[in-house]
């Protein structure tokens, strides 16, 4: 059902299958010249026609949409923009960071997986586990229409629709190019998988975000954390009000990880995925891990660990071709 959270603006509810997330939560909004849809789901018929249905209940069709605009490239928020713009032409827009992974995620994933291999191996995977993380995502590509935008961002725009004028903050993290839209005078944000009110979305080091993504996370929350809001709009979950307590939460979470994997290597030298696979997490054990689970949260570890590396509490060591991690302090 759709619901109508403020006048204009509608929050829209697709399902995910297989997922332990169940629904994305796009957003509606009435613009002059059509509307606007922020997210859109994955490319499946239940999706699809879910949409569909939901348009229906705010008495519109496809074809009043003007513009999809996509808060990161992941198959649950960008899958169906393809088929949406084949159906009714509406332009898409995403933040500039997002349209590489456009290619080299849906269109022509060979070099990535290559990439993937040899990355996951140095990181400790073990051999016969390696062929299965290392495709891990690959089913997912079938849930994706891949179109290019016909617009890019780059963070400070302010996007006017209806009786709404959206800023956009770029917030990179759990994506390289994960955008919000945050309206100063209805004092609302649209935070995307940024910020959810009872989940942190994964923050992971791989191929294809390398650097210090929990440090741009982390960077990200902060951006954030001016802002004056009385209704946080996430993509995931529900809607929540206190923007600022929930950024003090997931912050808190993080140094919590943080001091746990310190813990985990101690005095000794560790592979990410021997932290990994220590590591309490709170969807269950990694051993009971799907390889896509597995694979996300070797990941999100070393997105960690890179973070300790980068904050001088950790060293990055080669030893026998892997990548192993040590505390600095152990060695003074
Ligand atoms: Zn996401
Ligand atoms: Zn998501």
């Known amino acids: 059902m759709a619901t109508e959270l403020l006048p204009g603006l509608y929050q829209l509810k697709v399902p995910i299958p297989n997922s332990p997330l169940k629904w994305v939560l796009p957003y509606l909004i009435r613009g002059d010249g059509g509307y606007t849809l922020v997210d859109c789901g994955w490319n499946t018929p239940e999706a699809f026609s879910a949409l569909d249905d939901e ?3 705010v008495g519109i069709t496809f074809n009043d949409l003007s513009t999809l605009l996509v808060t990161h490239v992941h198959p649950d928020h960008y899958g169906l923009a393809g088929r949406i713009k084949e159906v009714c032409g509406a332009r898409v827009i995403i933040h500039q960071r997002e349209r590489d992974f456009i290619r080299s995620r849906y269109r022509q994933p060979e ?7 040899s990355w996951l191996r140095e990181h400790g995977v073990p051999a016969d586990e390696l062929e299965d993380l290392q495709s891990a995502a690959m089913p997912v590509r079938g849930f994706v ?7 890019v961002l780059w963070g400070g ?37 940024h910020v959810l009110p009872t989940i942190t979305p994964n923050v992971g080091l791989h191929p294809q975000q390398m650097g210090n993504p929990l440090g741009d996370y982390l960077a990200s929350l902060q951006r954030l954390d001016p802002l ?26 993080h140094d919590d990880r943080m001091g746990e994997m310190l813990r985990i290597i101690g005095d000794g030298r560790s592979t990410g995925y021997q932290v990994a ?12 891990f799907s390889s896509w689970m597995r694979r996300a949260a070797l990941s999100e570890t070393l997105a960690h660990l890179e973070y300790a590396v980068q904050e001088g509490l950790l060293r990055q060591v080669r030893e026998d071709d892997l990548v192993k991690y040590e505390r600095v302090a152990a060695k003074e």
């Open 228 to 253: 004056e809001v009385d209704d946080v709009f996430p993509a995931h979950e529900h809607v929540f009000k206190d923007l600022q307590g929930r950024l003090r939460e997931i912050a808190v979470h």
């Open 145 to 151: 229409v891949p179109t290019e935008p016909d617009h």
């Open 157 to 193: 725009e302010t996007i006017d629709i209806g009786l709404y004028k959206f800023e956009v903050y770029w917030t990179p993290g759990h994506s390289p190019g994960h955008i919000c839209f945050f309206d100063r005078t209805q004092r609302v944000i649209l935070t995307g998988d």
């Open 55 to 57: 348009l229906h209940d």
């Open 111 to 117: 070099q990535l997986l290559e990439r993937m291999s």
């Open 277 to 288: 696979s220590q590591t309490a997490w709170a969807t269950g054990t990694f051993q009971s």
